[in-house]
């Protein structure tokens, strides 16, 4: 499958977050598009963490993977419902909306302690087998654990943890590692070092570039919702010139990306 084969190097997905930011993307030369599901929730009026219903989810999927023609790997937070079977039907909705990949949460909610290792686990076994009976095994299923981005527990034992779900993820059929809210470099070699899976992390524009995550061998590097806020700071910037003085110069010449918008 190609979005597996696209992880033999390094795979930069700047994330979209519905058709259109997925052409552009694509159009900038992105090898795969990754969703945001922060980016789909807000631009469906909802708040991010776990707000958007499942069917809300997999029609957002449906409509970016409907207008590229690279890979699309699907933000399913924690799979909407705690229960295996659940992530199983959330899973099943957005391989038939045209997604190959997923990233699938430990965390409840923003509030709430995650899953523990073991329910995760049967988590993504559930995610491995609900992804080869709808005819996609090679699902590329990113596991994310948020630890890190939470400040779960003690920050001593957070690398131990995520070393202990790594390995319990990778026996349950899990393909990435992702760990936001992890930026130290350091920290990230010796993650990438000792765990069994490949190690995604969430780059910002305050960290780490992408030349120094891959030096730190990170094998696949995604922003977030960064993107999609760029884009509305430009917008909110541009549109306060207009209102405040009447001019167009914080307005950003749209002819290279036009052509990619006006096709969908």
Known sequence: MELRRLHESLLVLPNAWDAASAAAVVHAGARAVATTSAGIAWAQGQADGHKLERAEMAEAVRRICAVVDVPVTADIENG??????????????????????????????????????????????????????????DLVINARTDGYFLQVGEESARFDDVLARAAAYAEAGADCLFVPGLLDLTVLKELVAASPLPVNAMADPSGPTVAELAGAGVRRVSVGASLQLSAYAAAHQAAAQLLAHGTFDGFTDPTEVASAIVRL
């Open 80 to 137: 909407y419902g705690e229960a295996p079977s659940d992530v199983a039907l959330t899973v099943a909705e957005v391989v038939g909306a045209g997604a190959v990949g997923v990233n699938l949460e430990d965390s409840r909610s923003f509030q709430e302690p995650l899953h523990t290792i073991d329910e995760q686990a049967e988590r993504i076994r559930a995610a491995r087998e609900a992804a080869t009976s709808a005819g996609v095994p």
